[in-house]
């Protein structure tokens, strides 16, 4: 299992096969391993990987956790098999080399933040008429019941609305350009633009 991040740009579409293809581009930043976490010193394997800001050289110094924090943006831990530890080095860059090959990938990121929402729009509720002397438009309705005296768990009502994580499977990898550091996938990824997403392979 490996890892990588990144970011979210815009949809658009490619011609793949005589049809139009709708896919996601997303563009993959600088990633560097800054530490590598193993059995014997955390108790599991695991990579600290931070992402570079502007794509500068970020050069590790003297001692191998020193690292000039001001040229980075966000840090990211990645969980690792037993044994996947020996493939990495500390100070080594994550590349689109590691897609070659891949043509699935899964997606985790997390949905749009919309607000504290009402339920018609939260839950995509018809709601009641809107004519002929009605008084009753978008209102919940009824959210209780005779017994128990109380409204149930988990009943679809008013709330915060978005910023979950939403995870998307076997999304089909349909571009890769190594030189504009982008990737394209099939449909939609979760998420505004500029928003940071995992890509599990």
Not at 20 to 44: H, R
Not at 62 to 83: A, D, R, W
Not at 146 to 166: A, E, L, Q
């Amino acid at each position: 299992m490996a890892w990588i991040l990144a970011k979210k740009l815009e949809m658009t579409r490619v011609i793949k096969w005589d049809r139009f293809i709708p896919v996601t581009l997303l563009e993959v930043p600088q990633l560097k391993v800054v530490w590598i976490k193993t059995v014997e010193s955390d108790g599991y394997e695991a990579l600290i990987i931070w992402i570079l800001a502007d794509k500068k050289e970020g050069k590790l110094g003297k001692g191998k956790k020193t690292l000039n924090i001001s040229e980075f943006t966000s840090i990211k831990e990645f969980p690792l098999k037993k044994g996947e530890s020996d493939k990495y080095t500390v100070g080594s860059d994550i590349t689109l080399d590691l897609l070659e090959g891949v043509e699935s990938v899964n997606i985790v990121a997390f949905s749009k933040w919309k607000g504290f929402t009402w339920a018609m729009k939260k839950h995509n509720f018809h709601g009641w008429p809107g004519s002929h002397g009605s008084k009753f438009h978008r209102a919940l309705g009824s959210i209780g019941n005779r017994k128990p005296t109380r409204t149930h768990k988990g009943k679809k009502m008013h709330g915060h609305h978005g910023d979950i994580k939403v995870n998307l499977r076997n999304v089909p990898v349909e571009l890769i350009n190594k030189e504009l550091w982008l990737i394209g996938v099939r449909g939609w990824v979760p998420g505004a633009r500029n928003t940071i997403v995992d890509i599990i392979f």
